[in-house]
């Protein structure tokens, strides 16, 4: 997924079957009956049950005891939608008198107080190893006997007694009602006699339950919102073998993207409701009762009753359809072996694209009125089709591949096998309205997604952990892939540019390491980030740069064979990567996934001629100097050049201590060292000494454009943590004010305008930031000039973007103003007379300098025919400086006007917008409630995390409060608000101790004219 949440709790009832495996039989078409009532059932006296299961993670043994006076619902109704994340108390201590429960919980109060979460994962595998199916007993202690037993989920796991081998589901979906009716029927393996069945479900009314063919009284069933679990009680034991459950239920459309949810959309000027579902990480259980964990792999078969205007996609292709009175009833083919969270359904007006591929049928579907906008996505997945057959050496699995424009998704894009959705923005391309950033983000997002159907679906890792395992790699191949098909695009400059936001997260006291344990719902969701997606992508890359492409390859070839259709854990990858390459992949990897942050590798000269070097290791911490002396097996690979050589060579070694001193091959002087080519490296570089003016005297000439925006961003962190003054950033970006290469215009462009917004207060310092400004970028600008060459290519283009976003911002002056304002008034009356990559700058600064109205960007945002002009104009209407204008956007994020996967997008901007900032927090902190309940958990973290724009020590201390006050609290995004804290705190000391030293350069190297 690109582009990404919920324990243990319990209760069973007697009831009454005898259980005898039964014949497979089709799934009944027979009508769902009405719910039964609601009932409750008092609490029990506080109760004990330990139980021993075949977790493949026995993580830690939460005991649960019920809440005095708070009964546990029977069947709650469909509306009912349990909490993010119950937290469960447990009591103090407990009496295990089997051994090995002992061990258990002695372990897990071992790991719990383990600083090393990798130390913990090892712990819980060779927990797990020890309590396979049939091994386990149940330990009750409870006096008098209890009315509900309380069943102890291990790490949030369900137990492994009975497991799924296979999944009918019939499910009646009608967009326009309130809800859908269902029928499921699994087909389980009891790994030994079993009285309970435990399996997920959540936000469903149960209305039958049959074994084996035979009723079970709904009275030996329990749903338990808080654990999202249905617990079913035999009154005669399961025999150990094949059996089948059938469960017939209903439940209502989710609100908020995720589970089987409604879409919204225009057709031919009429609203129409859709159906479409989000599954990953937890939301299967939303849509039928499921054994909802990545590894409970089954088949599954669909068919699904629906309006007949519709189109209804699913996994595999249709295998019948029948009409009948204004419906349709719609058969797919059985699965292959899958995880639940990659069940796929859509139910919508949609129309195709085609074209068939290495023997696939690839199909990007869209609105009626979108068809246009589909031929670039059909370009992108057939090139990586065609490329992921050839590397990983296994050809894609289905018939058939779709990729779905949803009007509402949650995420960018979701790899659910052979029916891949997407957020619009990340599919679609108008061939004459979209600019190249768009069309590069969705062929990295295609390609990411199409990654997926092996390494994630394909194979698929053993728990959410491991969840980096599916993104980190996919991340980095689609990068791959795609500078492979467009080396034009230059996409490493792309993904190094992405990287920076896990440097900067990974820098913070509150960051955490990629592989930890992890069991409720909110914990998973607070997996999908920006470490898990981009370091671990970056760490990837790390590797195969230091083993050679292809003994990389080779190690994942011999992967995705010896696990297709399986589960997997980290180290089963380290281990066929270290087979292909004979080094100690294990250790290196281990290093880094178990441990949080990243290095800071300093390289100091010990004689004249720079070749015998020192090279040293610490936790690079954004306070500064502080950081832990920790130690990483970092593979480093540094470029040198030789004094009368006109080649750079390259040394690789692996520092795994503190320090480490090294000769460097070769003749003669060094005349520059830089200890990280292509910044593969996942570290912070700091050249001691004589060694940075070197490197940035050669910078231009013979540094990479890659390294040279490496350099400036390094320096500019370290000047940020308070390890090096900000002039050292300063000399470096004036040293390269020739350099025309786009990227490093753009690191440039971006250092100024976050110097003159976030740093500088003085109308003084102002001015002299727009005099540096102009002579830095001003001789570029004029070059570049405002219109694009007919045969420009991409790079000027992006180029011309960064240059005239940093001007307008640091020094406008009246000529560009008058640019503006003719540019922004042909946009609004007609978009295609602009240039694309000039869009957004232009809208953006249209209405800072106040060369548009507010209510033009609206009327023109109605009509927006593109994603990207959608986005181009929201982001337009939050520049605006008048408390007018922002009292209107505001009102807006609540209204049907802006989207829900969109009405998070404006208060990053309106956070950062001086003139208005206080206005935006006032109006969160009113609307919370309405905002979380239009967001859902993921937009609701993203506006959490944009309160970062509020750098002031008096809000510092108001968000904190707000957030952390139970009734506002997102479970998921606990540890975004803490990174947001520390980088607000982080935010107002760079500019108190950097402030000064940055005026006086300012002032020293561009005076004001006398």
Do not use: C
């Amino acid at each position: 997924m690109d582009h990404r949440l919920q324990r243990a709790a319990a209760l069973s009832l007697s009831a009454a079957l005898a259980a005898q495996p039964a014949a497979a039989v089709t799934l009944a078409e027979r009508p769902i009956a009405k719910p039964i009532e609601v009932r409750t059932i008092p609490t029990p006296p506080p109760t004990l049950t330990l139980v021993r299961t075949g977790a493949e993670r026995a993580a830690a043994l939460n005991t649960v005891t019920l809440p005095e006076n708070s009964p546990s619902q029977i069947f709650p109704t469909a509306a009912a939608d349990a909490p993010e994340a119950a937290e469960l108390a447990a009591p103090a201590s407990a009496p295990p008198s089997d051994p090995s429960i002992k061990e258990l919980a002695s372990a897990d109060r071992n790991i719990v107080s383990s600083e090393s979460p990798m130390e913990k994962a090892k712990t819980l595998d060779a927990l797990y190893d020890k309590t396979k199916p049939g091994s386990g007993s149940v330990q009750s202690f409870s006096s008098p006997p209890p009315a509900i037993p309380t069943q102890v989920l291990q790490g949030g796991r369900l137990p492994r007694t009975v497991v799924p081998k296979s999944y009918e589901v019939r499910l009646k979906v009608d967009p326009e009602a309130g809800g859908f009716s269902g029928r499921v029927k699994i087909a389980v393996e009891a790994a030994k006699p079993s009285k309970q069945i435990i399996l997920h479900s959540l936000g469903h009314a149960i209305q039958e339950i049959s074994v084996n063919g035979k009723p079970v009284p709904v009275t030996s069933a329990v749903i338990d919102p808080a654990s999202e679990t249905l617990t079913i009680t035999l009154s005669e034991e399961l025999k150990a073998g094949p059996a089948s459950l059938e469960i017939g239920y209903s439940g209502q459309y989710n609100k908020q993207m995720r589970g089987l949810y409604e879409s919204k959309a225009k057709f031919e000027g009429k609203e129409e409701k859709y159906a479409f579902t989000h599954l990953e990480p937890t939301n299967a259980r939303r849509v039928f009762p499921a054994f909802d964990e990545p590894d409970f792999k089954a088949e599954f078969s669909l068919t699904v009753e629906a309006p007949a205007q519709l189109t209804v996609l699913s996994n595999m292709p249709a295998a019948s359809r029948k009409v009948e009175e204004g419906w349709q009833t719609v058969t797919f083919g059985k699965t292959p072996k899958m995880s639940t969270y990659l069940f796929a359904l859509a139910a919508a007006r949609l129309v195709p694209l085609s074209k068939t591929v290495d023997g696939t049928k690839i199909t990007v579907w869209t609105m009626p009125q979108d068809a246009g906008q589909a031929g670039f996505a059909l370009e992108v997945a057939e090139n990586a089709l065609k490329r992921l057959n050839k590397y990983f050496g296994i050809r894609y699995q289905l018939p058939k591949m779709d990729l779905v424009a949803v009007p509402d998704f949650a995420a960018g894009a979701m790899e659910n096998w052979g029916a891949i959705f997407f957020r619009d923005s990340a599919l679609l391309v108008d061939p004459k309205l979209s600019s190249t950033k768009a069309r590069r983000r969705v062929a990295e997002v295609v390609t990411h997604e199409i990654v997926h159907q092996w390494f994630g679906n394909l194979v698929t890792m053993r728990w959410w952990n491991d969840l980096w395992l599916n993104e980190a790699f996919a991340t980095w191949m689609a990068y791959k892939i795609v500078q492979d098909w467009k080396p034009q695009w230059n996409e490493w400059i792309e993904f190094e540019q992405r990287k920076r936001e896990p440097l900067a997260i990974d820098a913070l006291r509150s960051t955490r390491a990629i592989s930890a344990g992890v069991s409720s719902t909110s914990e998973i969701q607070a997996q999908f980030d920006p470490l898990t997606y981009s370091k671990g992508g970056a760490l990837l890359r790390m590797i195969e740069g230091y083993l050679t492409a292809d003994k990389f390859r080779k190690g994942i070839r011999a992967y995705m064979r010896r696990f297709q259709y399986g589960n997997t854990q980290a180290k089963d990858l380290w281990r066929e990567l270290e087979k292909a390459s004979g080094q100690p992949v294990m250790q290196m990897a281990e290093d880094w996934l178990g441990k949080p942050g990243y290095p800071v590798v300093t390289v100091e000269a010990l004689t004249k001629d720079n070749r015998k070097l020192k090279l040293s290791q610490r936790r690079f911490s954004a306070e500064g100097s502080a950081g832990a002396a920790t130690n990483w097996t970092i593979p480093l690979v540094i470029n040198y050049r030789l004094k009368g050589s006109d080649k750079v060579r390259t040394y690789r070694t692996i520092l795994r201590s503190g320090d480490k001193t090294i000769s460097l091959p070769g003749k003669g002087a060094a005349l520059w060292v830089y200890p990280n080519d292509d910044e593969t490296g996942f570290y912070r570089v700091k050249p001691g000494g004589r060694l940075l003016a070197a490197v940035r005297r050669a910078a231009e000439s013979d540094l990479e454009p890659l390294e040279r925006m490496g350099l400036l961003n390094h320096l500019w962190a370290q000047a940020k943590s308070g390890d090096l003054s900000i002039t050292a950033l300063l000399e470096t970006v004036a040293a390269m004010r020739k350099d025309e290469s786009r990227v490093v215009l753009e690191e440039v462009s971006a250092y100024l305008k976050l110097i003159s917004e976030n740093l500088l207060s003085s109308p003084e310092d102002k001015a002299a930031i727009s005099r540096m400004a102009r002579g830095l970028l001003g001789p570029h600008w004029a070059k570049a000039g405002w219109d694009a060459a007919p045969d420009e290519d991409d790079e000027p283009r992006l180029a011309r973007t960064a240059l005239l976003s940093a001007l307008g911002v640091v020094a406008p002056d009246r000529e560009l103003e008058t640019g503006l304002k003719e540019r922004v008034q042909a946009y609004l009356a007609n978009p295609a007379k602009l240039d694309p990559p000039l869009v957004s700058p232009v809208l953006n600064l249209g209405a800072r300098l106040g060369q548009a109205r507010f209510e033009d960007y609206r009327e023109r945002l109605a009509k927006s025919v593109t994603p990207e002009q959608r986005d181009s104009l929201l982001q337009g209407l939050t520049q605006f400086r008048d408390a007018d204008s922002a009292r209107l956007l505001l009102a807006m994020t609540l209204t049907d006007e802006i989207r829900g996967q969109d009405a998070w997008k404006p208060f990053g901007a309106l956070f950062a917008n001086t003139a208005v900032q206080a206005q935006a927090w006032t109006f969160v902190r009113a609307n919370w409630k309405a905002l979380r309940e239009k967001l859902g958990p993921r937009g609701a973290e993203r506006v959490i995390a944009a309160t970062a724009g509020l750098q002031s020590r008096e809000r510092l201390q108001e968000i904190r409060a707000f957030f952390n006050d139970p009734a506002n609290t997102v479970e998921s995004a606990k540890r975004t608000l803490d990174q947001t804290l520390e980088a607000i705190e982080l935010g107002v000391r760079f500019k108190e101790t950097q402030g000064p030293a940055l005026s006086a350069w300012l002032q020293r190297r561009y005076p004001a004219s006398k």
